[in-house]
């Protein structure tokens, strides 16, 4: 039997990537791709070499108006390597720690990012990379418009769920004091941001997924893995 695609996409805050985490304990000759890691990335390489951007992330959008985020990746060295099954992103040589690119300044600029630059050759750079992967593993690929960059998914959950659950969640994994409000309507913003790039799709084969009422990543992912015939 040949390897399959699982894609995981979802709202801001739905738990996206512990249920691809978790999936890796229940598909046998798994890996998790993050496909919005690689995107983060190269944003996040941006602002590190971009002072203004640095201290003003809404400089963001001058500073990729119609530019190919894929040329930004190649000039800052950007890439992916696979590490205890999962990818995770070089910069320059340089591992990038999880907490800076999921931080919430990272994050808004990615959302910000998404609306304004050239994704094209990015979706070509990497459906080229689930294609060497998927000769070996099963691949749980996660990230954003992942119909796009990889139509031939076999199965693609979209997750869900309530705007109250997603800060909770969100403000556990920040981990510091934040304020709720705050972070509420950093998640709106980031929500719409998504929306208008077009990363809110369904298609016919997307399966939606709410974890609203799930009390841990277990269930979430249960409600995942009982649609997947391997």
């Not at 203004?52 to 001058?62: H, L, P």
């Not at 108006?65 to 999962?86: A, G, H, T, W």
């Not at 709720?180 to 709106?188: D, F, G, P, T, V």
Request: proline content about 1%; overall charge neutral.
């Amino acid at each position: 039997m040949s390897n399959i695609v699982i894609g995981i996409e979802g709202l801001v805050g739905s738990g996206k990537t512990s249920i691809c985490r978790e999936l890796l304990n229940l598909i046998p000759n798994s890996i998790v791709l993050h496909g919005g890691n690689l995107y983060r990335g190269a944003v996040y390489a941006l602002m590190c070499s971009n002072e203004s951007i640095s201290k003003d992330i809404n400089k963001i959008k001058e500073n990729l108006q119609n530019i190919d985020i894929s040329e930004i990746m190649k000039k800052l060295k950007v890439e992916f390597k696979l590490e205890n099954r999962e990818t995770v992103v070089y910069v320059d040589g340089k591992k990038v720690d999880e907490e800076k690119l999921q931080s919430e300044k990272a994050s808004m600029a990615v959302s910000m990012a998404g609306n304004t630059a050239d994704n094209s050759n990015l979706f070509i750079y990497l459906r080229k990379i689930i294609d060497e992967y998927k000769k070996q593993y099963n691949v749980i690929l996660s990230g954003r418009a992942i119909m796009e960059i990889y139509p031939d998914t076999n199965y693609h959950f979209f997750i869900t769920a309530s705007l109250e659950e997603r800060v909770k969640r969100k403000s556990i994994q920040y981990g510091k004091q934040i304020d709720l409000e705050e972070l509420k309507n950093h998640i709106i913003k980031r929500d719409k941001l998504q929306e208008e790039s077009g990363f809110y799709k369904e298609y016919e084969k997307t399966i939606k997924i709410d974890v609203t009422e799930c009390e841990n990543v277990q269930e979430s992912t249960n409600k995942v893995y009982k649609y997947i015939k391997m």
